[in-house]
């Protein structure tokens, strides 16, 4: 009897030095269960935004997110999971605005947010982080409390300072917060050194059309005065900066009337400081503004000029020598995804592979707005193109698998879909054309 029970007390005290030397116990359920739990037990929810080719990601995972003093801090205070965010945590990123990996995201019971950073951070960091999270639910300065305020405090100068500390400190983006600021601020002279240095504080914040690009325009001459040599150099390119960051948030808060400024200004630039195509950009433009009409004529046009503009057998040999010379120069190309470069090139040719890629990725949003057989019959016309110019190309296959699925040729799509996954080069996309086949698999809406 002894024996057992010394026995017992010996399991029972390594079981319990276990339990209080774990990391993160990360909970294997969804969002919305994970929130009604942490109603039940008065906690936050803290989730992991992760994807599977995400570096820091895995330094979180293998490094941080283990140790026993996060393990503590964490447990008792939050209802933690992790959510891949180009799978089952793809609706939960977009409601969260995610986009960037790691995304460490605080959310009341209510599943409003509440905190949130990003990126790979050390043990002491990261237990901070948490703690200013518990903090801001009592402060009066909580994103919430912040995001309801706003509208009614655009000329409440102390405020709205505030407003954009918080907002960037939080992981949201100040954008309005600084204009309305710029706007009603008395606080520094718009001539003065302070404000040149607060513009270029804030250059990820700024946009075209803005109190600040005004700010810049009407100050340009007296800030290069006052200038360091390397202020004089970023100055010399600030419009660049409002041009992208316009395009970005144009984009990404879908506002036609911004992108419609960003491509006008676009279009004016010296050729040498244009990054893009102006059709693919007019092409977003008409999503934005769900001129779906326009968008598929629009995008017939263009696809057609791309199928036109060389004959297939030009574009063979043209990329057969470019590969031949890509392959001389191989061991003394420092690309970053030098050998990820070498598959596609090999795959698909560097010609044929971009107008592919242009095609299919065309292709996807077209589909999404195609119900009518000649609507159909264009975007077969497009993949019977894209499998003369490259066979058994994966970019075509997931293509067309995405049609007959949408068809109703579940099985046909599913095979060819897997065919695709299993070919897919490029590290980043393949986990989500793996969950689009998973869904397909379950029968659910792409």
């Not at 039940?40 to 895995?58: M, N």
Request: charged share 30%; with cysteine.
């Amino acid at each position: 009897m002894r024996k057992i029970v010394f026995t017992f007390l010996i399991v029972l005290f390594v079981t319990t030095n276990n339990t209080q030397a774990q990391g993160i116990n990360f909970e294997h359920i969804s969002l919305d269960e994970a929130l009604a739990k942490a109603a039940s037990e008065d906690k936050l929810v803290f989730v992991d935004f992760y994807t599977v080719w995400c570096a820091p990601c895995k330094v979180m995972s293998k490094k941080i997110f283990p140790l026993p003093e996060v393990g503590e801090a964490y447990n008792k205070n939050f209802i933690s999971i992790k959510l891949d965010a180009e799978k089952k945590g793809a609706l939960a990123a977009k409601k969260y605005n995610v986009s960037s990996y790691p995304t460490l995201a605080f959310i009341n019971s209510s599943g409003k947010l509440v905190y949130k950073d990003t990126g790979s951070q050390s043990a002491e960091s990261f237990i901070n982080l948490g703690k200013k999270a518990i903090a801001s639910l009592s402060s009066e300065f909580s994103l919430e409390k912040l995001q309801q305020e706003f509208p009614n405090k655009q000329n409440d100068e102390h405020f709205l300072k505030i407003y954009v500390e918080k907002m960037i400190e939080y992981g949201q983006s100040p954008i309005h917060g600084i204009e309305a600021w710029l706007t009603v601020q008395t606080e520094i002279k718009e001539d003065d050194v302070d404000m040149m240095e607060y513009l270029m504080k804030h250059n990820n914040y700024l946009l075209l059309n803005s109190k600040a690009e005004q700010i810049l325009k009407a100050n340009f001459d007296e800030y290069m005065d006052i200038a360091t040599r390397a202020e004089e150099r970023e100055l010399k390119t600030f419009h660049l900066k409002f041009i992208k960051n316009t395009r970005d948030f144009a984009i990404k808060t879908k506002d036609a009337e911004l992108m419609r400024s960003f491509i006008d200004t676009w279009k004016q630039l010296p050729n040498r400081y244009r990054r893009g195509n102006p059709t693919e950009y007019e092409l977003i433009y008409l999503a934005i503004l769900e001129d779906y009409d326009g968008y598929k004529k629009l995008a017939q046009e263009y696809i057609s000029g791309i199928i036109n503009a060389k004959p297939i057998a030009q574009i063979q040999k043209e990329d057969a020598e470019y590969f031949e010379t890509f392959q001389k120069n191989y061991k003394t190309n420092y690309s970053i995804n030098r050998e990820q470069t070498m598959e596609k090139l090999k795959s698909h040719g560097k010609i044929a592979g971009e107008n592919i890629e242009t095609i299919t990725k065309i292709g996807h949003t077209y589909l999404k707005l195609t119900k009518k057989k000649k609507d159909y019959k264009v975007l077969e016309s497009w993949i019977e193109y894209g499998y003369e110019l490259v066979p058994n190309s994966f970019y075509i296959n997931d293509l067309k698998a995405d049609m007959l699925y949408k068809k109703g040729k579940t099985k046909q799509a599913i095979a060819l879909k897997k065919i695709a996954v299993e070919k897919w080069i490029d590290s980043k996309t393949r986990p989500s054309k793996a969950y689009e086949l998973e869904k397909m698999q379950k029968g659910e809406t792409l």
